[in-house]
């Protein structure tokens, strides 16, 4: 399944993509089905696996009576066209609780960075108010000029996890999503630790949907890539990270809890600004585009951050 958040006429809620430019309004569906389904991410992640065959339920119910009652189910906002005016996908995840990263787990990325491979994962953290959702611009800030990009595969927790091992780990994972790791280079490197240059508001882009696993496939075998305004920059697969999912969680959760809807970025491949010749930072009017196989495209706008 593709699980989305959608706002749609001023009410944000739970969906499911049908196709690609169709989205079934999960609640609704529920209905139809007999199921009880939460109508946001985080209260549905927190039902753990029912609520995802539940939805797995719903979703059948919803394209059968969108098949044959295909008016109707647009009038009972059950059916919804990607396109529709005054509808837009949300970030899979609006707040989740943790915004956990990996840095340097690349080994092309760490080739270029002139670092040596990490022995165990470097973990920092980005803000929960850094994230947002696909079109929405990422904010230039008035404090730096030096805004660099990073994709990333982004692991989205389903399951209470402590003491995890990696042979379990990715019965944990609810699913996986595009992200962008957007860092501000010189305040990342101004102190001590990375958290300020990482976790600027909009600095963390998601989406444009949550991907259930079973139609993934190898989380550890996907091309991703980063354009701006068309231009290739970085192009990898996730077959090149240092540190697996499985082995970032049963790192992590050594420690502390990872609870439903913490979202892990895993890192970025070389190709990054930072590390051009000569250096090269997002400006306004630059458009970024994320892609990795079978996650859909993460596309978002750069403007100056604004007054307001």
């Known amino acids: 399944m593709k699980l989305v958040t959608y706002t749609f006429r001023g009410a944000t809620r739970l969906g499911a993509m049908r196709g690609d430019a169709e989205m079934i309004d999960l609640a609704r569906a529920g209905e139809l089905a007999g199921v009880r389904i939460p109508d946001d991410m985080l209260r549905f992640l927190a039902q753990g696996e029912p609520a995802i065959d539940s939805a797995r339920r719903a ?37 989740p609780g943790k915004v956990l990263a ?45 805004v660099d990009w990073e994709a990333e595969l982004c692991a989205v927790i389903g399951r209470r996890a402590r003491h995890v091992k990696a042979a379990d780990a990715l019965g944990f994972v609810a699913g996986l999503t595009n992200g962008n790791d957007v860092s501000v280079r010189d305040w990342q490197f101004h102190s001590g630790t990375w958290m300020m240059g990482k976790g600027f508001d909009t600095h963390g882009p998601l989406g444009p949907w949550l991907v259930t696993l079973d139609e ?27 540190f697996d999912i499985p082995a970032i969680i049963e790192y992590v ?22 590390s051009r010749k000569p250096q090269e930072w997002l400006k306004a009017g630059d458009v970024v585009r994320v892609e990795i196989s079978k996650l859909g495209l993460l596309e978002n706008p750069v403007i100056d951050e604004p007054e307001a």
């Open 59 to 95: 979703l059948k119910a919803g394209d059968e009576f969108a098949k044959s009652h295909r008016e109707q189910a647009i009038a009972l906002g059950l059916l919804f066209g990607t396109s529709e005016p005054g509808f837009h996908l949300e970030a899979p995840v609006m707040r």
């Open 102 to 146: 990996i840095g340097l787990n690349y080994r092309d990325h760490a080739a270029e960075a002139g670092m040596e491979i990490p022995k165990r994962p470097v973990v920092f953290t980005k803000v929960p108010t850094c994230i947002t959702g696909p079109g929405m611009p990422i904010h230039r800030p008035r404090v730096s000029t030096s």
């Open 216 to 242: 993934v496939g190898d989380p550890a075998n996907l091309e991703i890539k980063t354009l701006v305004n068309g231009v290739l920059k970085q192009k990898s697969n996730t077959g090149q990270l240092i």
């Open 253 to 274: 959760t050594a420690a502390f809890t990872l609870e439903p809807g913490d979202v892990i970025f895993t890192g970025t491949p070389a190709g990054v600004g930072a």
